[in-house]
């Protein structure tokens, strides 16, 4: 009889704690394409065996999830969300995010991962500047672009590809397009006049999904792209023969946020897994994996894992910043003047 009671004793608590597990459920916000799969590969999984917290991924780029937690609004559905750094000041500004708690791997990282709120993080950061197609390029007898300007040139008629200004590579390119022009962040104008007269027409397509900017690229649609260098890591690692470069006037810093979305069912879980993500083990998959170059300081890539990453403080000081107070003052603006004027 003992051993039936402890038996049933021990069947009960297997039961309890798989009940629990169930229950604990977190929904994670985040990108799609490379990033999904290194993040369903090589991160969740050692997540979820240390904590038994079962993770359920929801893929979407920036201005989707952004849209999710404005439909969800008071009845959130997600408890961790991924944006990139402009719109998670969105984000934060719209009351979506909680406070980060206090741990201990928050001190492993660079200045630059901090967000002044302190309810987001930095998990990752790539820089925006100029991808191609190698092959391309030399059977044309074309060099590599080294400009911003190069973007203008008519010789990448229907080639050239990026996101809307709702993503944030088109926003990169709207402003970097104004600083060359005289204007800025505070004057967008320039830009606005450059892309409708000497942009616009070499633009095959404004495509939001990296996925179908991949394909563009394989079929020889697109040529060029203001894109991201995880973003051209991920189409290099295919074996497709991309190139990219940071243009000369400067490649624009691209911070990944995370931060966990107030009113969350689980908060506690939602807090761990950021801070795992922020892990030196998690941070090195991303880098690999997805092209993130590490905010955690203790990370540490050889020449070949390094290779197109913002890497350690001389890397990234390189790099130009966004106002994004600004820009966010403006976007709603800005994005109903595109639709206007540039992408009819």
Not at 210 to 235: C, D, P, T, Y
Request: hydrophobic share 40%.
């Amino acid at each position: 009889m003992k051993s039936v009671a402890h038996s049933l004793l021990v069947t009960t608590a297997l039961w309890c704690s798989a009940a629990a597990a169930q229950d604990r459920t977190i929904y994670v916000a985040a990108y799609g394409a490379s990033f999904e799969h290194t993040m369903r590969k090589e991160v969740i999984p050692p997540f979820e065996k240390a904590t038994g917290v079962k993770v359920e991924y929801v893929a979407g780029n920036s201005a989707d999830t952004l849209a999710k937690l404005q439909a969800q609004k008071g009845n959130q559905q997600i408890d961790v969300a991924f944006l990139d750094d402009g719109p998670m000041y969105q984000a934060v500004a719209l009351g979506f995010c909680a406070d980060l708690q206090k741990a201990p791997v928050y001190d492993q990282l660079y200045d630059l991962a901090q967000i002044p709120s302190g309810k987001a993080v930095n998990f990752g950061l790539t820089g925006t500047g100029l991808t191609y197609n190698k092959a391309w390029f030399a059977e044309n007898n074309i060099p590599a672009p080294s400009s911003w300007k190069d973007i203008e040139n008519p010789v990448f008629r229907k080639k050239l590809v990026m996101t809307p200004i709702k993503g944030t590579y088109g926003m990169h390119a709207l402003v970097m397009t104004a600083r060359l022009n005289g204007g800025g962040e505070k004057n967008i104008d320039p830009g606005f006049r450059v892309f409708k007269e000497k942009i616009n027409p070499n633009v095959l397509a404004y495509e939001p999904s990296h996925g179908k900017i991949s394909e563009m690229f394989q079929s020889n649609q697109a040529v060029i792209a203001v894109w991201g260098s995880g973003r051209a890591k991920a189409l290099t690692d295919t074996g497709f023969p991309a190139g990219f470069v940071y243009p000369k006037e400067g490649g624009v810093a691209l911070g990944s946020a995370a931060c966990p979305i107030a009113g969350s069912r689980h908060a506690k879980e939602a807090q761990a897994f950021i801070q795992y993500v922020l892990s030196p083990d998690a941070q090195k998959a991303l880098a690999i994996g997805a092209g993130f170059g590490p905010v955690n300081k203790t990370v540490k890539l050889d020449e070949k894992e390094r290779v197109g990453l913002p890497y350690g403080s001389d890397e990234i000081d390189k790099l130009v910043v966004m106002d994004w107070a600004t820009i966010n003052e403006n976007r709603e603006a800005w994005n109903k003047r595109w639709s206007r004027e540039i992408e009819r």
